[in-house]
C-alpha cells in the first residue's frame, strides 16, 4: 500500500500563490504516476497536472502556464507550484498515485491523499 500526504492549502488573493506538495510512503517502489486533481464544490474531480516516474508531464488547459508540477524521485514527492491563482482555482486538491502509465482518468489512480483546500478570494 501506498500513503499520500498533502500539504500547502489555503487562503490567497487572486493572483497570488500557492505551493502543495504530496509525500509518498509505505511501498512507494511501485509508483509510477502522481499528479494532482481537484474538486471544487459541487462539482466532478477534475485533472490539474501529472507527472510520470521519467518527468512527462500532462496539465489541465486551464491552468496551463500557470501551474508547474515537479516531482522529487529521491524523496518520494511531488509539488505543484501554483501562479497566479483565479477564484475559479478555489478547490480540495487531491495528490493522486498509481503503478502504471500516466492516464488521465481518475478512475485509474489506486491512491489518494486526504485532500488540501486551496481557496482564491480578496
Known amino acids: 500500500q501506498v500513503q499520500l500526504v498533502e500539504s500547502g492549502g489555503g487562503l490567497v488573493q487572486p493572483g497570488g500563490s500557492l505551493r502543495l506538495s504530496c509525500a509518498a510512503s509505505?511501498?512507494?517502489?511501485?509508483?509510477?504516476?502522481m499528479g494532482w486533481y481537484r474538486q471544487a464544490s459541487g462539482k466532478q474531480r477534475e485533472l490539474v497536472a501529472l507527472?510520470?516516474?521519467?518527468?512527462?508531464?500532462v496539465y489541465a488547459d486551464s491552468v496551463k502556464g500557470r501551474f508547474t508540477i515537479s516531482r522529487d524521485n529521491a524523496k518520494n514527492t511531488v509539488a505543484l507550484q501554483m501562479n497566479s491563482l483565479k477564484p475559479e482555482d478555489t478547490a480540495v486538491y487531491y495528490c493522486?498515485?498509481?503503478?502504471?502509465?500516466?492516464?488521465?482518468?481518475?478512475?485509474?489512480?489506486?491512491?489518494w491523499g486526504q485532500g488540501t483546500q486551496v481557496t482564491v478570494s480578496s
Open positions: 493522486a498515485a498509481r503503478n502504471s502509465r500516466v492516464v488521465i482518468n481518475p478512475l485509474r489512480y489506486n491512491y
Open positions: 509505505g511501498s512507494i517502489f511501485s509508483i509510477n504516476s
Open positions: 507527472i510520470s516516474i521519467g518527468g512527462t508531464t
